[in-house]
């Protein structure tokens, strides 16, 4: 079993920038990692996605805005965000996937960091 730690979130004017970091408890040097969030009465959606390959993928609405980055010597992936948006306001999930090119099939989440973009 993994377990995933969030952190780096927080309040944030609009155009800020913010990183957030997921350490896990073992070594995700074969795993796909990704980032999602979730709004107040909204669904789950992802946000980024990284392969053991280091290939990655994001959402329309953060492309050239965000970056996830991993470094799998400390069991971490980082999401960088530029730019933001009261609407990137949400809590926001690390995931795992033993599939490293099959970031879609998530074997776990972590509780999450709340982001809040407001002036």
């Known amino acids: 079993q993994v377990q995933l730690v969030e952190s780096g979130g927080g309040l944030v004017q609009p155009g800020g920038s913010l990183r957030l970091s997921c350490v896990a408890s073992r070594s995700i040097f074969t795993n796909a990692m990704g980032w999602y969030r979730q709004a107040p009465g909204k669904q789950r959606e992802l946000v980024a996605t990284?392969?053991?390959?280091?290939?990655?993928n994001y959402a329309d609405s953060v492309k050239g805005r965000f970056m996830i980055s991993r470094d799998n010597a400390k069991d971490t992936v980082y999401l960088q965000m530029n730019s933001l948006k009261p609407e990137d306001t949400a809590m926001y999930f690390c995931s795992s996937s033993i599939y490293g090119s099959r970031p879609d099939l998530i074997d776990y989440w972590g509780e999450g960091t709340q982001v809040t973009v407001s002036s």
């Open positions: 990284i392969t053991s390959a280091f290939n990655t």
